[in-house]
């Protein structure tokens, strides 16, 4: 018995021995963050930075984790952390200036104090809804959400008990989008149907549809006003502007606001004023400006918008201002900033949305970013996907853009960077063998890069401005070895580069708001177009092939095909938006999809025609946004798709509105 009790205590030794840093790491990230146990994830951190210290990114990085993890639970413990990772990792340039940061900001005598009564809670939502932002799905008290099986628009109870039908679409149609009034009375659908896209309005009693002029769905967040009277947007005009208008839901009137729209545009609760944002996902300027009219007013140069207060005092802003990202209530008057921010939180808020209670719920991206990406393995036929996910060393707010050297051994990624406050992008190099990085570039707001085909350097597309009407891209060269940039040109909208033509004299951009593939040329700066998918987002379904023998796109739900020269467009395969890749020899086009029991898979169809074929697992169940990428050999592939987010909400957060004298 005690020999068994050895051989057992021995195996599980060489299974314990056999664990890597990274697995293990990955066993905090859980508890962390899926079970919510911080002082196991505590525990687990600090087993990576003691049992795997050779590896001194992942060390650091454990360690700077454990430390948030200490400051979460009200421990003064994340100091000494802190610290230690300042003192004895200076090598590891990112993580010793966040333990810097933190430490500054920690050691402030005069830390704002949170209000008294505020509280706050983790909301639990009961059924999976696939959405990026998990606000427009609840107000903290109820669900909206789509029934996988019907298709139709539900609402529920937290408790997943009280369920009822809103709206279910006809047979062939799919709703698309949401968004739900505050007080959760009224939502604003788009609806995907046999001849395009439409909009409408119902109560979420089931009872009032009616179709708005505007169709289709948008990158643009839309918002009620706080009396469920309008519906603010954005509408696109011929000459691919955008304007701000407001629609009435009653007689569907439009009026134009402003000549310009960014992604973001909150009214008041009096419907004085609209708050102006150009993007949610990183900190950006945030103007306030007349709803009937008149010039923005700049409130704050580095914020992320998330919503004005019930009583209209304050703006509800994101900010890193002090070294780490927290909420503060920026306090407006007449349109015009009217004091210093007062701090509320610390923590990451992506998007939050006033409910009518007046309590701000809030959707928390995971530490680590919104992102994730994972490495699979294929063997000789193109079977047998091995998934782990990948150490980057960089977090990411949005998709990381990735592409593979020409040997398939290392990728350049580019990823955000908000510190202290200010937007950039990094493009870093990750050895796939050795977890090795290290950066190459840095640039600001917007960056998207690709390697050569056969030198050893980089091409990107950088965009400043990226969501102003008339913003333009710049294309890059970047040598790998020196990290020399050559700025080749520029061409207007934003151009994702998406590979270079096998002689490097051109490179294959995908370019929004014009939904373009294009062909340009480095030495000639002429673009030509290759095609063009009217519509949201069109150039981002334009896939071709490295080798620039085909072409895929989504023409409706049908994902078509042809040569990439030029010819005529065949139907391949019926799918819904998904992440895609075409193998190196056009052969075969690799999806995300479910299979018959329900499992997402790793499917593969034939290029020439035939059934699809399930090849493996897939690591992710978020198919709304992500990327699929294959090496050059054919013989690796990474995945990228949303990791996901907690939804928190937060009452009584308020300072007390002084008594009248």
Same mark, same amino acid.
Not at 1 to 7: D, E, P, Q, T
Not at 72 to 81: C, P, R, S, T, Y
């Given at each position: 018995?005690?020999?068994?009790?050895?051989?057992? =205590?021995?195996?599980?030794?060489?299974?314990?021995?056999?664990?890597?840093?990274?697995?293990?790491?990955?066993?905090? @990230?859980?508890q962390e963050r899926a079970a919510g146990n911080l002082e196991e994830a505590i525990k687990l951190y600090q087993r990576v930075a003691k049992e795997f210290a050779s590896d001194r990114p992942l060390a650091a990085k454990a360690l700077?984790?454990?430390?948030?993890?200490?400051?979460?639970?009200?421990?003064?413990?994340?100091?000494?952390?802190?610290?230690?990772?300042?003192?004895?990792?200076?090598?590891?340039?990112e993580f010793a200036a966040t333990a810097s940061a933190r430490l500054a900001v920690l050691r402030l005598g005069d830390r704002p104090a949170v209000p008294a009564t505020m509280t706050q809670r983790k909301i639990e939502l009961p059924? !999976?809804?696939?959405?990026?932002?998990?606000?427009? +799905?609840?107000?903290?008290?109820?669900? @909206?959400?789509?029934?996988?099986?019907?298709? *139709?628009?539900?609402?529920?109870?937290?408790?997943?008990?009280?369920?009822?039908?809103?709206?279910?679409?006809?047979?062939?149609?799919?709703?698309?989008?949401?968004?739900?009034?505050?007080?959760?009375?009224?939502?604003?659908?788009?609806?995907?149907?046999?001849?395009?896209?439409?909009?409408? &309005?119902?109560?979420?009693?089931?009872?009032?549809?009616?179709?708005?002029?505007?169709?289709?769905?948008?990158?643009?967040?839309?918002?009620?006003?706080?009396?469920?009277?309008?519906?603010? =947007?954005?509408?696109?005009?011929?000459?691919?502007?955008? %304007?701000?208008?407001?629609?009435?839901?009653?007689?569907? +009137?439009?009026?134009? &606001?402003?000549?310009?729209?960014?992604?973001?545009?909150?009214? !008041?609760?009096?419907?004085?004023?609209?708050?102006?944002?150009?993007?949610?996902?990183?900190?950006?300027?945030?103007?306030?400006?007349? !709803?009937?009219?008149? +010039?923005?007013?700049?409130?704050?140069?580095?914020?992320?918008?998330?919503?004005?207060?019930?009583?209209?005092?304050?703006?509800?802003?994101?900010?890193?201002?002090?070294?780490?990202?927290?909420?503060?209530?920026?306090?407006?008057?007449?349109?015009?900033?009217?004091?210093?921010?007062?701090?509320?939180?610390?923590?990451?808020?992506?998007?939050?949305?006033?409910?009518?209670?007046?309590?701000?719920?809030?959707?928390?991206?995971?530490?680590?970013?919104?992102?994730?990406?994972?490495?699979?393995?294929?063997?000789?036929?193109?079977?047998?996907?091995?998934?782990? %996910?990948?150490?980057?060393? *960089?977090?990411?707010?949005? !998709?990381?853009?990735?592409?593979?050297?020409?040997?398939?051994?290392?990728? &350049?990624?580019?990823?955000?960077?908000? *510190?202290?406050?200010?937007?950039?992008?990094?493009?870093?190099?990750?050895?796939?063998?050795?977890?090795?990085?290290?950066?190459?570039?840095?640039?600001?707001?917007?960056?998207?890069?690709?390697?050569?085909?056969?030198?050893? $350097?980089?091409?990107?597309?950088?965009?400043?401005?990226?969501?102003?009407?008339?913003?333009?891209?710049?294309?890059?060269?970047?040598?790998?070895?020196?990290?020399?940039?050559?700025?080749?040109?520029?061409?207007?909208?934003?151009?994702?580069?998406?590979?270079?033509?096998?002689?490097?004299?051109?490179?294959?951009?995908?370019?929004?708001?014009?939904?373009?593939?294009?062909?340009?040329?480095?030495?000639?700066?002429?673009?030509?177009?290759?095609?063009?998918?009217?519509?949201?987002?069109?150039?981002?379904?334009?896939?071709?092939?490295?080798?620039e023998r085909s072409i895929a796109r989504r023409n409706k739900d049908t994902i078509e095909i042809r040569p990439m020269p030029g010819g005529d467009w065949k139907p391949l395969i019926s799918l819904s938006p998904t992440q895609m890749?075409?193998?190196?020899?056009?052969?075969?086009?690799?999806?995300?999809?479910?299979?018959?029991?329900?499992?997402?898979?790793?499917?593969?169809?034939?290029?020439?025609?035939?059934?699809?074929?399930?090849?493996?697992?897939?690591?992710?169940?978020?198919?709304?946004?992500?990327?699929?990428?294959?090496?050059?050999?054919?013989?690796?592939?990474?995945?990228?798709?949303?990791?996901?987010?907690?939804?928190?909400?937060?009452? $009584?957060?308020?300072?007390?509105?002084?008594?009248?004298?």
């Open positions: 018995m005690k020999k068994g009790i050895l051989l057992v =205590g021995l195996l599980v030794g060489v299974a314990l021995a056999a664990e890597t840093g990274a697995e293990l790491y990955q066993k905090a @990230v859980v700077v984790q454990a430390a948030r993890c200490y400051e979460k639970l009200g421990q003064d413990k994340a100091v000494k952390i802190y610290e230690q990772v300042a003192r004895d990792f200076g090598d590891q340039r059924f !999976s809804n696939g959405s990026v932002l998990h606000v427009f +799905e609840t107000d903290g008290q109820r669900q @909206v959400y789509m029934d996988a099986a019907t298709g *139709a628009l539900m609402i529920s109870d937290l408790a997943g008990k009280d369920k009822r039908v809103i709206f279910k679409p006809k047979a062939g149609d799919r709703v698309v989008a949401h968004v739900l009034s505050r007080d959760l009375s009224m939502i604003a659908f788009s609806l995907k149907t046999g001849d395009g896209y439409r909009s409408a &309005v119902i109560k979420t009693d089931g009872t009032g549809y009616r179709e708005l002029t505007h169709s289709g769905p948008s990158e643009v967040v839309p918002d009620w006003s706080w009396d469920n009277r309008y519906i603010f =947007g954005c509408q696109s005009e011929p000459d691919g502007t955008r %304007q701000l208008v407001r629609e009435s839901v009653t007689d569907g +009137e439009i009026r134009k &606001v402003r000549g310009a729209c960014g992604n973001l545009n909150r009214p !008041s609760p009096d419907g004085r004023f609209i708050a102006l944002a150009a993007s949610y996902m990183t900190f950006d300027k945030v103007f306030v400006m007349p !709803s009937q009219g008149g +010039e923005p007013q700049l409130v704050s140069d580095s914020a992320r918008l998330i919503d004005w207060t019930r009583d209209g005092r304050y703006l509800i802003i994101a900010s890193a201002r002090l070294g780490s990202e927290a909420l503060y209530l920026l306090p407006i008057k007449d349109g015009r900033p009217a004091g210093d921010p007062a701090f509320v939180r610390y923590g990451p808020c992506k998007f939050g949305s006033i409910n009518a209670a007046g309590s701000l719920v809030c959707d928390s991206t995971y530490a680590g970013g919104a992102y994730g990406a994972w490495l699979g393995a294929l063997d000789p036929g193109g079977h047998r996907v091995d998934w782990k %996910q990948l150490n980057l060393r *960089a977090n990411s707010g949005f !998709s990381f853009t990735t592409g593979w050297s020409p040997d398939s051994t290392q990728i &350049v990624y580019t990823a955000s960077d908000e *510190a202290a406050g200010q937007n950039a992008v990094a493009a870093r190099l990750h050895n796939i063998a050795t977890g090795e990085e290290r950066e190459v570039y840095r640039g600001s707001e917007w960056l998207a890069c690709i390697w050569s085909a056969q030198h050893p $350097n980089l091409f990107c597309g950088e965009a400043h401005e990226a969501h102003e009407p008339e913003h333009v891209t710049e294309v890059l060269s970047i040598s790998i070895d020196s990290g020399r940039v050559e700025r080749l040109g520029s061409l207007p909208g934003t151009g994702y580069p998406v590979f270079s033509s096998p002689d490097d004299r051109a490179i294959n951009m995908a370019v929004d708001p014009s939904d373009e593939l294009i062909r340009w040329d480095i030495s000639t700066h002429q673009a030509t177009t290759v095609d063009r998918i009217p519509g949201w987002s069109g150039a981002a379904t334009l896939i071709p092939t490295p080798a890749v075409f193998t190196p020899d056009g052969k075969w086009l690799l999806y995300h999809d479910v299979d018959t029991a329900g499992r997402h898979s790793l499917f593969r169809v034939s290029t020439a025609g035939g059934r699809p074929e399930r090849i493996g697992d897939f690591p992710s169940v978020r198919k709304e946004r992500g990327d699929l990428i294959i090496s050059p050999d054919g013989k690796k592939i990474i995945a990228q798709a949303l990791t996901g987010s907690e939804v928190w909400m937060l009452e $009584n957060f308020e300072p007390k509105q002084p008594a009248a004298k």
